[in-house]
């Protein structure tokens, strides 16, 4: 949805001018502001309406996490696996 009004925002402008338009967007303060909008957009979506899609969130963001964190053990596992696996064949 952001990226398709970003589009939308700059289809008709130049090249040149596609930068002058951007860089405003870069500054800290609209970076807050975004995010600041975004939770607010979240809690009205999701936390007013006592919807238990909030619980699902956070527990899929745990899953993810997790895997996340777990990712280099695992790797470092299965390239032990293939050396130990070279040197008996």
Partial sequence: MALRRFYNEIKGKRV????????PMLSLSYIKKA?????????AKY????????????????????YLVALPHERRHLLHAQEHAQQHH
Avoid at 35 to 43: C, E, K
Wanted: net charge negative; proline share 8%.
């Fill in 35 to 43: 995010i600041q909008r975004g939770f607010d957009n979240y809690h």
């Fill in 16 to 23: 040149s001018e596609v930068p002058e338009h951007v860089k």
């Fill in 47 to 66: 936390i007013e309406t006592s919807s238990p899609d909030p619980i699902f969130h956070v527990c899929y963001g745990g899953m993810i996490f997790s």
